[in-house]
């Protein structure tokens, strides 16, 4: 009777403001769903302010230590892109065993316009274990469309010990691998035991473990780590503990890449590219995406204040009566999108003070900590223009990527993603592949060739970071975009 009772009031009182029983409950979850955002992204915030608004502790390994490992750094290239000569010149300029240390530079062909820019590089560090690799021609039966992984299998074939570069990203709340295409690394033989079994029914040729595994689908940084996410270590199948956990590897450097004026079309391209793409492989986050952005998740907290909370002021009918009405859902709104920015704006002035940066003869200015005098990098009403037109965009782009299509254009080359996310090449194919070679410098400085050939590939100036910065390696590496940086989930 007690609950009938309850029951009876709440759907007088809901009456009594004009409103329906589940649209009240509609906006009790519209709240709950908030502060399960906000919760989650506060978890982030933290993080960052934590980790990265002081120096790093210096690395607690000595870099005569016979026990380091030897450590690969993979590098596929496309093209000339903003400072890409000291970009590709900290690879090089690492704190660690010249020879414990090899670096794998991977070109499309010696057409590209990057192509003197490493042979620059190369000169400049002849006492370094390098060498670039030309994209030799591939079959069908040998490797999928991928592009990126067809510019680096070669090199992950041939990669000296071990630790290899890897791009994801950290993972406080260990509940799924978010890997965004960052800079981190992982071990051959773990990422090889987690493929080996790998097989896609629409595809009638087995694909070699390791990267080549993921030649057939267009997101593989986030199927690499969904794969050692999700994959069980030998030791861990045969039933013996594990050190490696979930592969949640510590926070590194800062990875920082220099990006000029970007075109809202390009901007635009890129998000819409990697929405279709995701929407096959995480389809329930996908659908909430909107959700998590700051104008609709403010819209969500105002709607729920609106018509949560009045029928529970009943004794106050001047505040359940104003709570009802449009402005108030207008000052709800404002006011946590207001707070989201300023959040926003703190990451930003956080990640780009850049006092984890171990400043030195070889840093480069756009790596350089900021003037004393200045508030950030950049005056706030630039930012605030580029965030309000980063947060306009993104439900109009994630509506037209989920019900536009499936068609991507990436790397100059045009593909059809399935809903078991293989991709497919969509028009005439790219020109065929002729032998090149590829430019090899040894620890004596001596040049070599051998053979490889052409196509594209976009480049991606990546290099270790995580678990090694404590054995004295350091990284000027990866992107750190504003739509990822004001992320933080």
């Given at each position: 009777m007690v609950a009938e009772s309850a029951l009876g009031n709440a759907v007088t009182t809901c009456n009594q403001y004009g409103q329906s029983l589940w649209l009240v409950a509609a906006g009790w979850l519209a709240i709950g769903w908030y502060?399960?955002?906000?919760?989650?992204?506060?978890?982030?915030?933290?993080?960052v302010f934590r980790r990265y608004s002081?120096?790093?502790?210096?690395?607690?390994?000595?870099?005569?230590?016979?026990?380091?490992?030897?450590?690969?750094?993979?590098?596929?290239?496309?093209?000339?892109?903003?400072?890409?000569?000291?970009?590709?010149?900290?690879?090089?300029q690492q704190d660690y065993p010249k020879d414990k240390l090899s670096i794998s530079l991977c070109l499309s062909s010696r057409d590209d316009p990057a192509y003197p820019v490493i042979e620059k590089v190369l000169a400049r560090f002849p006492d370094i274990d390098a060498r670039l690799y030309l994209e030799p021609k591939y079959e069908d039966h040998e490797l999928g469309p991928n592009p990126k992984i067809r510019n680096m299998s070669q090199a992950y074939r041939e990669l000296k010990g071990d630790v290899v570069w890897m791009y994801c990203a950290i993972n406080t709340i260990l509940v799924a691998p978010?890997?965004?295409?960052?800079?981190?690394?992982?071990?051959?033989?773990?990422?090889?035991?987690?493929?080996?079994?790998?097989?896609?029914?629409?595809?009638?040729?087995?694909?070699?473990?390791?990267?080549?595994?993921?030649?057939?689908?267009?997101?593989?940084?986030?199927?690499l780590g969904e794969r050692m996410w999700n994959g069980k270590?030998?030791?861990?199948?045969?039933?013996?503990?594990?050190?490696?956990?979930?592969?949640?590897?510590?926070?590194?450097?800062?990875?920082?890449?220099?990006?000029?004026?970007?075109?809202?079309?390009?901007?635009?391209?890129?998000?819409?590219?990697?929405?279709?793409?995701?929407?096959?492989?995480?389809?329930?986050?996908?659908?909430?995406?909107?959700?998590?952005?700051?104008?609709?998740?403010?819209a969500c907290l105002a709607f729920g204040i609106t018509t949560g909370i009045p029928p529970l002021l009943s004794g106050s009918q001047y505040c359940s009566t104003y709570l009802s009405t449009w402005s108030a859902f207008g000052?709800?709104?404002?006011?946590?999108?207001?707070?989201?920015?300023?959040?926003?704006?703190f990451l930003y002035r956080t990640l780009l003070s850049f006092v984890t940066i171990e400043v030195d003869e070889n840093t480069p200015h756009f790596a350089r900590p900021p003037a004393p005098e200045s508030i950030a990098r950049r005056p706030f009403l630039e930012w605030f223009l580029a965030w309000l037109g980063?947060?306009?965009?993104?439900?109009?782009?994630?509506?037209?990527?989920?019900?536009?299509?499936?068609?991507?254009v990436w790397r100059d080359r045009e593909f059809r993603v399935g809903m078991d996310n293989v991709a497919h090449a969509v028009g005439p194919a790219s020109k065929q592949r002729s032998c090149n070679g590829s430019l090899n410098s040894d620890p004596n400085g001596q040049s070599q060739r051998s053979y490889g050939s052409d196509d594209s590939c976009e480049v991606r100036r990546r290099t270790p970071i995580e678990n090694l910065t404590k054995m004295g390696m350091k990284t000027t590496a990866a992107a750190m975009d504003l739509d990822e940086t004001s992320r933080l989930i």
């Amino acid at each position: 009777m007690v609950a009938e009772s309850a029951l009876g009031n709440a759907v007088t009182t809901c009456n009594q403001y004009g409103q329906s029983l589940w649209l009240v409950a509609a906006g009790w979850l519209a709240i709950g769903w908030y502060i399960f955002v906000v919760t989650v992204s506060t978890i982030g915030t933290i993080q960052v302010f934590r980790r990265y608004s002081r120096p790093l502790p210096k690395a607690t390994r000595a870099p005569s230590d016979p026990n380091l490992p030897h450590v690969t750094i993979i590098r596929p290239i496309k093209g000339l892109e903003p400072y890409l000569y000291e970009n590709l010149s900290s690879s090089f300029q690492q704190d660690y065993p010249k020879d414990k240390l090899s670096i794998s530079l991977c070109l499309s062909s010696r057409d590209d316009p990057a192509y003197p820019v490493i042979e620059k590089v190369l000169a400049r560090f002849p006492d370094i274990d390098a060498r670039l690799y030309l994209e030799p021609k591939y079959e069908d039966h040998e490797l999928g469309p991928n592009p990126k992984i067809r510019n680096m299998s070669q090199a992950y074939r041939e990669l000296k010990g071990d630790v290899v570069w890897m791009y994801c990203a950290i993972n406080t709340i260990l509940v799924a691998p978010c890997v965004v295409g960052k800079s981190t690394m992982f071990r051959r033989s773990h990422l090889d035991q987690v493929t080996k079994n790998h097989v896609i029914p629409s595809r009638p040729y087995p694909r070699k473990p390791g990267l080549d595994s993921l030649s057939d689908n267009i997101c593989e940084d986030h199927l690499l780590g969904e794969r050692m996410w999700n994959g069980k270590l030998e030791e861990e199948e045969e039933g013996q503990p594990s050190e490696w956990g979930k592969h949640d590897l510590v926070f590194g450097d800062l990875a920082i890449q220099p990006v000029t004026k970007m075109a809202t079309s390009s901007y635009v391209n890129r998000r819409v590219r990697w929405i279709r793409v995701r929407k096959f492989i995480v389809i329930l986050a996908t659908i909430v995406e909107p959700g998590i952005e700051c104008f609709v998740c403010s819209a969500c907290l105002a709607f729920g204040i609106t018509t949560g909370i009045p029928p529970l002021l009943s004794g106050s009918q001047y505040c359940s009566t104003y709570l009802s009405t449009w402005s108030a859902f207008g000052l709800v709104w404002g006011l946590s999108a207001f707070v989201w920015m300023l959040t926003d704006f703190f990451l930003y002035r956080t990640l780009l003070s850049f006092v984890t940066i171990e400043v030195d003869e070889n840093t480069p200015h756009f790596a350089r900590p900021p003037a004393p005098e200045s508030i950030a990098r950049r005056p706030f009403l630039e930012w605030f223009l580029a965030w309000l037109g980063r947060e306009t965009l993104a439900l109009p782009i994630w509506i037209w990527s989920v019900f536009g299509g499936a068609t991507i254009v990436w790397r100059d080359r045009e593909f059809r993603v399935g809903m078991d996310n293989v991709a497919h090449a969509v028009g005439p194919a790219s020109k065929q592949r002729s032998c090149n070679g590829s430019l090899n410098s040894d620890p004596n400085g001596q040049s070599q060739r051998s053979y490889g050939s052409d196509d594209s590939c976009e480049v991606r100036r990546r290099t270790p970071i995580e678990n090694l910065t404590k054995m004295g390696m350091k990284t000027t590496a990866a992107a750190m975009d504003l739509d990822e940086t004001s992320r933080l989930i």
